[in-house]
């Protein structure tokens, strides 16, 4: 099964600083048939203003991953913890027992970002946070994984059995990624169009996908693609 999911159809909210769109429920948005994809239970794209962002607020028992698409983000918390992840760039958050952090767009620029959410494992572990760059030409034809449960060499670690990888298409290039039928699969272009089997997938579009054992991309335009790999 894949099933897209339209950029103007998904929720959100233009708070003026903030233009939120939500692929699942979040916040004021309710969807019950959008409550998640397994474990991925957020995958927001937000642009930020400059000189605005997210003032101190809390997380616990939860990945947070942010994919920078353009501009930069600032992040600091309460574990002393500061970073600058910049567009291409990849930073996670593992909330565990608690942790309270700040994310601003200190740039001259509207600042854009996917934001996703995924179920830890376990709860009740040591909250931290990481960043690493991940330039694009190393991402040239191929999934890299960016985020990993599995301790995949240069992937920042996650709690919980899901990836979180990227890749970078040419116009008439193609992707191949071995999925597994018993996995779930949530893809989303940062830029460009693909096609996954006959369904055209537009920048920002969502796609949802189960029951497929092996997911291959073939990009109409120049593309950047973000999927989620996870446990059902």
Do not use: C
């Not at 599995?150 to 999925?179: C, F, K, M, N």
Request: hydrophobic share 40%.
């Amino acid at each position: 099964m894949i099933e897209l999911r339209p950029f103007a159809e998904l929720g959100g909210a233009d708070h003026g600083w903030l233009k939120a769109r939500h692929h699942f429920s979040f916040a004021n948005y309710h969807d019950p048939s959008r409550l998640g994809w397994g474990r991925l239970l957020v995958w927001n794209d937000d642009s930020i203003a400059p000189g605005t962002g997210f003032p101190p607020h809390s997380h616990r028992d939860m990945e947070i991953i942010t994919y920078v698409r353009k501009g930069a983000i600032t992040h600091e918390d309460n574990l002393g913890n500061k970073g600058r992840t910049e567009a291409g760039d990849v930073q996670i958050m593992s909330a565990g027992t608690g942790i309270r952090h700040s994310e601003y767009n200190l740039e001259p620029g509207e600042t854009q970002i996917f934001q996703i959410w995924i179920i830890p494992e376990h709860q009740g572990e040591a909250p931290r946070w990481g960043a690493r760059p991940f330039p694009k030409g190393e991402r040239a034809g191929q999934f890299v994984p960016l985020a990993s449960g599995y301790g995949e060499d240069g992937a920042l670690p996650l709690r919980t059995p899901a990836r979180v990888l990227g890749a970078t298409l040419r116009a008439g290039e193609a992707v191949s990624y071995t999925l597994g039928r018993e996995r779930l699969a949530y893809l989303v272009p940062a830029a460009g169009e693909v096609e996954i089997d006959g369904v055209r997938v537009a920048a920002r579009d969502g796609v949802a996908v189960k029951d497929v054992e092996t997911l291959t991309i073939h990009a109409l335009q120049d593309s950047e693609i973000v999927l989620v790999d996870t446990a059902s």
